[in-house]
């Protein structure tokens, strides 16, 4: 699972990590695929938030209540011994000792989710071992089933929420990017070696984190106009053990020489919780001047808004092109990440 509209992008970063996954299909938030990789590969994914064992894919599925029995003879054959090896190599060694269904459904259905969920409870009742027990929260193992149309999928949920939410993050700023966001966006910056990655707008330093954890890197330089965010940035990097250099600035005179970074990776303010659109008009002409200044001419620019028009007319004004567009939800709203160069 990922985050809406990053799909194709995450598949992106399995393939190139996994170089045998063949893909299935991609769902919203999804993206289905097969692999020999052992799972410890699939939970060190960057821009992925969850991971799951597939159990089962029904399609053709009615929309009457029958559906209910296909659910149920589908559960009957789940492979749940495989699931449980896995989810125990994932926890180093632990056994699972609770189970629980989740269900999510998406559309009309002949049926109400809570009666699918109860279906593959009880086929599930007659696979899972009778050592492990049903419990309505926090359950070790988590068999997720997800109905959208004609197709159900079910799936064992191999990680936790410390894959999404990682373990450095501790403090956060209003605002602040998702680590598989921010991960993204570095994926989009096609990370080299040498790079030397500026995020001059760095709030909690999310950006700079996840860019250190997904490739090797020269330099990591951060700042943000607010004291505190720069010191709570600094806080997480060394809680992620990652080296980087903050300053407080302001965005639109950067204390850094022309073309002294080779990528710029950022999440610019909404003009909601930061900022407001008035004052975006301004501001992002300011900053694509800036950007323009200190980026090597043969540099990356990353950006993330959802001022998406605002922002795509000025960089067109100022020359830049638009190399790749990426629609995706961030904190419930419509956004996009521009991947340009300079003309
Ligand atoms: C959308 S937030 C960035 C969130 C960050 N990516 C994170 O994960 O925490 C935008 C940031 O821009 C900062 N900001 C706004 N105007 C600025 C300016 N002129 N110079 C520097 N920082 C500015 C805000 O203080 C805010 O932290």
Not at 154 to 168: P, V
Not at 249 to 259: C, E, G, I, K, V
């Amino acid at each position: 699972m990922t985050m809406p509209g990053l799909e194709t992008l995450a598949f992106s970063e399995i393939r190139a990590k996994l170089a045998d996954a063949q893909l299935v299909k991609f769902a919203r938030g999804m993206v289905l695929f097969q692999t020999e990789a052992v799972p410890e590969k699939l939970l060190a994914l960057r821009t992925v938030e969850d991971v799951f064992f597939m159990l089962e894919r029904i399609t053709g599925l009615g929309h009457g209540p029958d559906a209910l029995r296909v659910l149920h003879s589908a559960s009957l054959r789940a492979d749940i011994a495989t699931a449980l090896l896995l989810w125990r190599r994932v926890h180093t060694g632990k056994r699972a000792k609770t189970w629980r269904v989740v269900s999510q459904m998406v559309g009309t259905h002949g049926y109400r989710r809570v009666d699918a969920g109860l279906s593959v409870i009880d086929a599930l009742r007659r696979v899972f071992p009778s050592t492990m027990h049903l419990v309505e929260d926090d359950a070790d193992l988590e068999v997720w089933l997800w109905l959208s149309g004609s197709e159900a999928l079910l799936g064992a949920r191999l990680s936790n929420a410390t894959m999404r939410h990682r373990t450095y993050k501790h403090e956060h700023l209003p605002a602040s990017l998702r680590p598989t966001a921010a991960a993204a966006l570095n994926w989009l910056s096609q990370p080299t070696d040498d790079d030397v990655v500026l995020d001059p707008l760095c709030g909690a330093g999310t950006i700079l984190i996840e860019r250190a954890l997904l490739a090797p890197y020269e330099q990591l330089l951060g700042g943000d106009k607010r004291r505190e965010a720069v010191a709570i940035a600094e806080r997480n990097a060394t809680a992620a053990h990652v080296s980087a250099t903050w300053q407080t600035w302001d965005a639109r005179a950067l204390p850094l020489d022309a073309a002294s970074s080779t990528r710029i990776v950022t999440n610019l303010p909404f003009g909601k919780q930061i900022g407001t659109h008035a004052e975006n008009h301004a501001l992002y002409q300011a900053l694509i001047k800036e950007f323009g200044r200190v980026l090597a001419p043969k540099g990356v620019l990353v950006t993330l808004t959802s001022e998406d028009r605002l922002w795509e007319t000025i960089i067109r004004e100022q020359g830049w092109l638009v190399q790749k567009k990426v629609v995706c939800v961030i904190l419930g709203q419509p956004a996009s990440i521009f991947v340009a160069h300079r003309s």
